[in-house]
């Protein structure tokens, strides 16, 4: 059974910075690419960022731009989130998933999901 676990959330102050990680257990791991997405309450499931299977295409939105990194090491089976510079409007459940080589900015299109962990960023 596949297995998607995150760590890492917790509550910060504005300004602060945040590593979540996504330990997997994935045979084939590094054949997978990976996405982190974040829901915040009452808001849609939305993308953060996505690093294909050989870590060699990153893509972020916008919002995240310039403060947020993805990386993966294939040896642990692993995908990080490096989260800088946080602001309020971080707070949200950040959820990391898998598919198969290339990432994609839609949801849908993944295999896997992780349970989510809770990013709090106070003002």
């Known amino acids: 059974q596949v297995q998607l676990v995150e760590s890492g959330g917790g509550l910060v102050q504005a300004g602060g910075s945040l590593r979540l990680s996504c330990a997997a257990s994935?045979?084939?791991?590094?054949?997978?690419?990976m996405g982190w997405f974040r829901q915040a309450p009452g808001k849609e499931r939305e993308i953060v960022a996505t690093i294909n299977w050989s870590a060699g295409s990153t893509y972020y939105a916008d919002s995240v731009k310039g403060r947020f990194t993805i990386s993966r090491d294939n040896a642990k089976n692993t995908v990080y989130l490096e989260m800088n510079s946080l602001k309020p409007e971080d707070t949200a459940v950040y959820y990391c998933?898998?598919?198969?080589?290339?990432?994609?900015?839609?949801?849908?299109?993944?295999?896997?999901w992780g349970q989510g962990t809770q990013v709090t960023v106070s003002s």
């Open positions: 994935l045979r084939t791991f590094s054949t997978y690419a």
């Open positions: 998933a898998a598919r198969k080589y290339s990432g994609s900015v839609y949801g849908y299109e993944y295999s896997y």
